[in-house]
């Protein structure tokens, strides 16, 4: 999404992504439907379908969104401190997906959500190997890549 994007196409976005989150928060996200959203959006049908493939593509932006939060909070706390804090990028990371906690359950556990399972675990596993890749142990035998991999699968 770009800043200078209309700000009635910005809220029309984020009050269906609110929708989409309250709605799985509350039911199976296999049973949430485009019209739910968007009568809980307070949004003609047709509007959905201006701003989202489907509720597939709805759910990877909310995700999307979070990660993209979640690295500028990173990149801005090394900024500040002027170094690399290995320490505070994995504490930032733990701290996001426990705020987010219902959003990850909901992905890591829904059968339906595979393909969006995938790309955000590989998403997770990135961020940890950039971030906390100098806290891992050189003389490991288990490498990086696992590592990030092995955290992202199972912070839910």
Excluded: W
Excluded at 71 to 96: C, L
Excluded at 121 to 149: D, E, F, M
């Amino acid at each position: 999404m770009k800043s200078k994007e209309d700000p009635r196409v910005r809220k029309t976005r984020r009050v269906l992504r609110d929708a989409l989150v309250s709605l799985i928060l509350e039911k199976n996200y296999a049973s949430v439907s485009i019209k739910e959203i968007t009568t809980r959006a307070d949004v003609a049908y047709i509007t959905f379908f201006r701003h989202f493939e489907s509720i597939d593509h709805l759910l990877m932006e909310v995700l999307e969104d979070g990660l993209s939060d979640l690295i500028r909070q990173i990149d801005a706390s090394a900024a500040q401190a002027g170094t690399p804090n290995p320490e505070m990028e994995g504490k930032f990371i733990f701290e996001y997906i426990e705020q987010k906690s219902d959003l990850f359950r909901i992905l890591f556990k829904s059968q339906n959500v595979a393909p969006l399972r995938k790309k955000v675990t590989a998403n997770l596993s990135s961020i940890y190997q950039k971030s906390c890749g100098p806290l891992h142990n050189r003389r490991s035998h288990v490498p990086i890549a696992v590592a990030g991999n092995h955290i992202a699968t199972s912070l839910p």
